[in-house]
């Protein structure tokens, strides 16, 4: 890994540790490297101090143990990391545990080819893990959320689920509102789900571990396909 981005990661580290805020740790290690808008996602999005990733790693639920539960589904988020895994794209496996893409797509996200697919692998998933009703949640304010929450619902239906999804003006209050087992990478569902599946990141583990970078094993050829 390049030097400066290491050290970019392990004062990140050092500073969350301390107590810092992260956007005050954020401004100042990115401004200190001179870190590209790309190279700041990475440290914003995956890496935590000790204590941060430990409790975050311990909201994780089993997979083992979701047999039968009601799962709220934060739609964009694991669509999103899906759709960059079909796309081919690295994901990185976080300093708290949880798989994410470096994408920016979120507020300009439009229904593409891979969206099909990557729906298809979530309901494929959640029905091997025989989990009891699911609920997907979008955010009504991108566009065509309706559209995409009509389509998760065909997709569900097909696999046999007892399912819905829906367009809601806040996707993670909806989340944490319909159940204590949240699906998702989100930071603010983490902190508040009594316990969180990582339901994208456990898809690309099984399909395609390759696919999946350590933050501490960051090659310069991987590190590039990331901030690609």
């Not at 200190?32 to 409790?55: M, N």
């Not at 964009?76 to 949880?98: A, H, P, W």
């Not at 798989?99 to 298809?120: C, F, M, Q």
């Amino acid at each position: 890994m390049e030097k400066r981005i290491k050290s970019a990661i392990e004062d990140f580290r050092l500073f969350s540790d301390r107590g810092y805020r992260r956007d005050s740790i954020l401004r100042f290690v990115g401004d200190r490297y001179q870190l590209t808008g790309k190279e700041r996602l990475l440290l914003h999005r995956c890496v935590y101090g000790k204590k941060e990733a430990a409790a975050r790693r311990r909201k994780q639920a089993d997979v083992k143990a979701v047999k039968g539960r009601r799962l709220a589904v934060d739609g964009y988020n694991n669509l999103i990391t899906l759709e960059s895994f079909l796309q081919g794209k690295l994901l990185v496996y976080c300093d708290d545990g949880f798989i994410r893409d470096l994408s920016e797509v979120h507020r300009r996200y439009r229904i593409n080819p891979a969206t099909e697919k990557a729906l298809n692998l979530m309901a494929e998933t959640l029905k091997s893990l025989r989990i009891g009703a699911v609920k997907v949640f979008y955010d009504s304010q991108l566009s065509r959320s309706g559209e995409l929450a009509a389509l998760t619902r065909r997709v569900l239906a097909a696999w046999g689920l007892e399912g819905d999804a829906t367009a809601v003006r806040r996707g993670d209050t909806s989340v944490l509102a319909w159940s204590r087992l949240a699906a998702s990478s989100d930071s603010v569902i983490i902190q508040k789900a009594w316990k969180v599946l990582d339901l994208a990141g456990f898809i690309v583990r099984k399909k395609a571990p390759d696919k999946v970078v350590r933050l501490n094993r960051l090659s310069e050829e991987a590190l590039e396909n990331l901030l690609a």
